[in-house]
């Protein structure tokens, strides 16, 4: 048995699925498997450090994602303890990734070198490290037979997925076999039936049938917006967005209550982007006060960790009757393309969602 274990996948809930999905894509060419990650507060991982981590199955049906890998030719998934019981606490190989442009890389480096050895916890030991340029070995086959040497027990330093249009991921042609590559746009199919039931749960309670979500993710705005200075934007933009729901409720018959998920929320956004909203979030409430908005409490159901608040947020979200959004991000989109999905609406709607000053600004309803 031959096995991928990434010891982090770089970013939050979103992005991190989609690394994760692609390095099943990569495995399928070696007819390897990848370790279940383990996660924490929406970002996953190749080893758990302490008793706080949790497996992928927090946020995951895996037994039902590892049989949608295996029938799109993926590579499939294999436990931590079948892991050790392969590797026996040792990997052959550890790659490094080096993103630097062919352009700017020195010519005195190979595409692939030793380099120095990678220290790593949980007792595992490491034979070798070997440091690879992105941008000179895109081959899934050069990879797994020149770089990795088809070695059975295989690390990857930090692995930020497989995407030829941006620079700072593998460049890898994957395997044809792979002909119809799972995405984490698909992955809420899989999400922990638990946390569905508390979204519904918390819909039933304090909801009801008919409401609107907001979801806004301020750092988007700060981070993103090609005139954007400081907070006095995102408020401009946050006032623009409550203008737009409160016209819609005037327009209503009767009373809507609006539910809300921002990322300047406690358990919001994990980026150090959101830092800057949190720290004015008592201001940006008082922005949106006039709505009155109802926000999820995780205390409530037990929930500690912020990658299964988002997934039930999320859920909360794409059941409303309308969705406003702003701010933009990968999250923000995955929300969108779900309420898409799921009320038949015209993808091209969402054109009308980027906006110049707030990167994304809009509503969409299902009638």
């Given at each position: 048995r031959k096995i991928f274990i990434a010891f982090s996948y770089w970013e939050q809930l979103t992005a991190a699925t989609n690394n994760f999905l692609d390095l099943t894509a990569l495995a399928a060419y070696g007819g390897r498997q990848v370790v279940v990650p383990f996660v924490k507060n929406s970002r996953l991982y190749g080893f758990a450090t302490n008793k706080q981590f949790e497996t992928l199955e927090l946020y995951y049906n895996v037994s039902a994602l590892n049989h949608t890998l295996r029938s799109r030719g993926h590579g499939t998934l294999i436990s931590w303890k079948e892991f050790q019981d392969v590797c026996q606490g040792k990997l052959d190989v550890v790659v490094r990734f080096d993103y630097t442009k062919l352009r700017k890389y020195h010519q005195a480096k190979r595409p692939f070198f030793p380099c120095h050895n990678a220290t790593i916890s949980a007792g595992i030991k490491v034979d070798r490290t070997v440091c690879m340029n992105v941008f000179a070995v895109k081959s899934d086959e050069q990879f797994e037979n020149k770089v990795i040497e088809r070695l059975p027990c295989v690390g990857l330093d930090q692995w930020r997925g497989s995407n030829a249009e941006t620079s700072y991921r593998a460049q890898f042609k994957l395997s044809p076999n792979v002909t119809n590559r799972l995405h984490s746009g698909e992955a809420a199919i899989f999400f922990n039936a638990k946390l569905l039931h508390v979204a519904r749960d918390f819909i039933t309670t304090r909801l009801g049938l008919l409401f609107i979500s907001v979801h806004i993710r301020a750092e988007k705005?700060?981070?993103?917006?090609?005139?954007?200075?400081?907070?006095?934007?995102?408020?401009?933009?946050?006032?623009?967005?409550?203008?737009?729901?409160?016209?819609?409720?005037?327009?209503?018959?009767?009373?809507?209550?609006?539910?809300?998920?921002?990322?300047?929320?406690?358990?919001?956004?994990?980026?150090?982007?959101?830092?800057?909203?949190?720290?004015?979030?008592?201001?940006?409430?008082?922005?949106?006060?006039?709505?009155?908005?109802?926000?999820?409490?995780?205390?409530?159901?037990?929930?500690?960790?912020?990658?299964?608040?988002?997934?039930?947020?999320?859920?909360?979200?794409?059941?409303?009757?309308?969705?406003?959004?702003?701010?933009?991000?990968?999250?923000q989109w995955w929300i969108l393309t779900q309420f898409i999905d799921k009320n038949n609406i015209d993808r091209k709607s969402t054109i009308k969602c980027r906006n110049k000053m707030c990167n994304t600004l809009c509503d969409l309803h299902h009638f």
């Open positions: 705005i700060l981070r993103n917006g090609r005139h954007i200075k400081n907070m006095a934007t995102v408020k401009k933009c946050m006032s623009n967005l409550t203008a737009r729901v409160q016209r819609y409720m005037n327009d209503s018959t009767t009373p809507v209550p609006v539910f809300l998920a921002s990322d300047f929320a406690e358990f919001g956004s994990a980026s150090i982007g959101a830092n800057t909203p949190r720290e004015k979030s008592e201001s940006l409430r008082n922005i949106l006060a006039p709505l009155k908005p109802i926000v999820f409490q995780p205390s409530a159901y037990n929930l500690t960790d912020r990658g299964a608040v988002a997934i039930v947020e999320m859920n909360i979200l794409v059941s409303a009757e309308r969705l406003f959004v702003l701010g933009g991000g990968t999250f």
